[in-house]
């Protein structure tokens, strides 16, 4: 496994964007040893990120990639992550939303695998699924993901090849035994 020294958060700013008045959300990514080769992942995948487009996935706007001030500037959804909604906000969501919820996702993570290459996000959580009030429905997109190649190379190595992003409490047992696995887990 390696050690992950990529520390990111996200703020979220009011910009006048592609001449358009609209909240836009601005992830601030601290890169630490970003190589050469890294730094080309890097552009790849935002290449990449830009052709991505589903209604069940985050909309990417662009980047800011100045030595130092990395940052993405992607779609806002007002009401943040699933996460927030259940454990912050605490609302109660009827079966038919949570259907429609999980249904969205489903749609936005099929699309990513099925994307040319393939995209595993290998990080699907509730922190990760950002919803937005649609009048009585919810809209669900799925949000971090593409940056995984990104992330490993501006890692350090330890003993081990293993490259693995993951979060500990949704990862697979395989993967946290170090053994063999495949990309279902």
Same mark, same amino acid.
């Given at each position: 496994?390696?050690?992950? +020294?990529?520390?990111?958060?996200?703020?979220?700013? +009011?910009?006048?964007?592609?001449?358009?008045?609209?909240?836009?959300?601005?992830?601030?990514?601290?890169?630490?040893?970003?190589?050469?080769? #890294?730094?080309?992942?890097?552009?790849?995948?935002?290449?990449?990120?830009?052709?991505?487009?589903?209604?069940?996935?985050?909309?990417?706007?662009?980047?800011?990639?100045?030595?130092?001030?990395? #940052?993405?500037?992607?779609?806002?959804?007002?009401?943040?992550? @699933?996460?927030?909604?259940?454990?912050? &906000?605490?609302? +109660?969501?009827?079966?038919?939303?949570?259907?429609?919820?999980?249904? &969205?996702?489903?749609?936005?993570?099929?699309?990513?695998?099925?994307?040319?290459?393939?995209?595993?996000?290998?990080?699907?959580?509730?922190?990760?699924?950002?919803?937005?009030?649609?009048?009585?429905?919810?809209? #669900?997109?799925?949000?971090?993901?593409? !940056?995984?190649?990104?992330?490993?190379?501006?890692?350090?190595? !330890?003993?081990?090849?293993?490259? #693995?992003?993951?979060? @500990?409490?949704?990862?697979?047992?395989?993967?946290?035994?170090?053994?063999?696995?495949?990309?279902?887990?």
């Amino acid at each position: 496994m390696k050690k992950l +020294e990529v520390e990111v958060w996200a703020q979220f700013i +009011e910009l006048n964007w592609l001449t358009n008045d609209m909240i836009v959300a601005v992830k601030k990514l601290h890169l630490l040893h970003l190589n050469k080769d #890294a730094e080309q992942n890097l552009h790849n995948e935002l290449l990449s990120l830009n052709r991505i487009r589903h209604p069940n996935i985050i909309v990417f706007y662009g980047a800011c990639i100045e030595k130092d001030h990395y #940052a993405l500037i992607m779609e806002y959804m007002s009401l943040g992550s @699933l996460y927030q909604v259940l454990h912050k &906000q605490k609302l +109660e969501l009827s079966w038919s939303n949570r259907l429609s919820i999980a249904s &969205q996702a489903t749609k936005g993570i099929n699309y990513l695998h099925r994307f040319q290459p393939p995209i595993s996000h290998r990080d699907i959580k509730s922190l990760n699924l950002l919803l937005e009030n649609h009048h009585t429905d919810y809209v #669900a997109k799925v949000c971090d993901f593409g !940056m995984t190649k990104t992330r490993n190379d501006t890692t350090g190595q !330890m003993q081990t090849n293993i490259s #693995a992003a993951f979060t @500990l409490s949704w990862t697979a047992p395989e993967v946290l035994r170090l053994r063999p696995y495949t990309d279902k887990s």
